[in-house]
Nanobody, 127 residues
Framework: QVQLMESGGGLVQAGGSLTLSCEVS????????MGWFRQVHGKERLFVAA????????YYLDPVKGRFTISRDNSKNTVYLQMNHLNPDDTAVYYC????????????????????WGQGTQVTVSS
């Protein structure tokens, strides 16, 4: 059974930083495209960032470019989301997701393309 376990969410003041982690268990991690999504209560879930499994290509939602960094450590089966210069608009539940079907240099912004999901971790940015 594939499981994604997120950690690192919390409350932070505007301008602060947080790092989210997502550990994958139950299958090989090295050939998964990994993504982060976020969802505000009552709104749709939105793509934030993704990292491919071949070449480490990284892709970001425009509002987080230059502030967020996605990375992966295949030896630890873990993907990270380093979030800097946080602002209240970043407040949301953040979800880690894994895509097992994509090619090594491919990523998707559509949540329907991801096979596995974590339970979500709350990030709250106070003004």
């Amino acid at each position: 059974q594939v499981q994604l376990m997120e950690s690192g969410g919390g409350l932070v003041q505007a301008g602060g930083s947080l790092t989210l982690s997502c550990e994958v268990s139950g299958r090989t991690f090295g050939d998964l495209t990994m993504g982060w999504f976020r969802q505000v209560h009552g709104k749709e879930r939105l793509f934030v960032a993704a990292i491919t499994w071949g070449g480490g290509g990284r892709y970001y939602l425009d509002p987080v470019k230059g502030r967020f960094t996605i990375s992966r450590d295949n030896s630890k089966n873990t993907v990270y989301l380093q979030m800097n210069h946080l602002n209240p608009d970043d407040t949301a539940v953040y979800y880690c997701a894994a895509d097992s079907k994509s090619g090594r240099y491919y990523y998707s912004q559509f949540d329907g393309d991801y096979d596995y999901w974590g339970q979500g971790t709350q990030v709250t940015v106070s003004s």
